[in-house]
């Protein structure tokens, strides 16, 4: 069975420019959320939707953004990019809203 | 509010070793707590969950961990250290059990050292 898959693995940017990141569900998975872990420290979290709707957001600027789509499929969007964005983004999914979560293998992003 | 302590950010021990990584939470209601391990460039892999069962939770690759209300501690033990467990642990508690959210808050993670 297919595992949370992100896209895509890497990816550099430049300060200023707008980024999307996907997740793609473990099979029967209806909650996804996304999470940011910035080296040397622990995953902080971001968004989780469920059944298309946002249920959670984290203490982030509005330049974070994201969206569900009708296959449980998720993209973050991030605006304005800084140097401090630069991070690995994970996603999470579960069956529930407050059930186990799965993590993906994550998406390194560089902001130069 | 809930959070998570993680007491050493490194942890060195040789291989056949007792490996214990300590975890402390703070919760106002009964938490669900978790132990992940990451691997180099890799996201996260669950080692074992405490959901209110059992307070002694055993998981895979030989890990452990108890829960103690008392000390509101979680701590992770594995009795003999394999050098394929070198990797950075996180400990992490559920926002809250009552309001139906998946939302995880992770500590800072131990970074697991095994010596030959």
């Known amino acids: 069975d297919a595992g949370v898959t992100q896209s895509p693995t890497h990816l550099i940017k430049t300060r200023g420019q707008h980024v999307t990141l996907r997740c793609s569900p473990i099979s029967g998975h209806k909650s996804v959320s996304w999470y940011q872990q910035v080296l040397g420290q622990g995953p902080q979290f971001i968004f989780q939707?469920?059944?298309?709707?946002?249920?959670g957001r984290g203490n982030f600027p509005d330049r974070f953004s994201a969206r569900q789509f009708p296959n449980y499929s998720s993209e973050l969007n991030v605006n304005a990019l800084l140097l401090g964005d630069s991070a690995l983004y994970l996603c999470?999914?579960?069956?529930?809203?407050?059930?186990?979560?799965?993590f993906g293998q994550g998406t390194r992003l560089t902001v130069v | 509010a809930q959070s998570v302590t993680q007491l050493g950010s490194h942890v060195s021990v040789s291989e056949g070793a007792l490996v214990l990584l300590r975890c402390n939470y703070s919760s106002s209601v009964p938490p669900y707590l978790f132990w992940y391990v990451q691997y180099p460039n890799q996201g996260l892999q669950l080692l074992l969950k405490y959901t209110s069962a059992a307070t002694l939770v055993k998981g895979i690759n030989g890990f452990e961990a108890e829960f103690k209300k008392s000390e509101t501690s979680f701590h992770l033990t594995k009795p003999s250290a394999h050098m394929s467990d070198a990797a950075e642990y996180f400990c992490a508690v559920s926002a809250s059990r009552s309001s139906n959210t998946g939302k995880l808050i992770f500590g800072q993670g131990t970074t697991l050292q095994v010596k030959p």
């Open positions: 999470a999914s579960s069956w529930g809203r407050a059930t186990e979560a799965f």
């Open positions: 939707y469920y059944e298309k709707e946002e249920r």
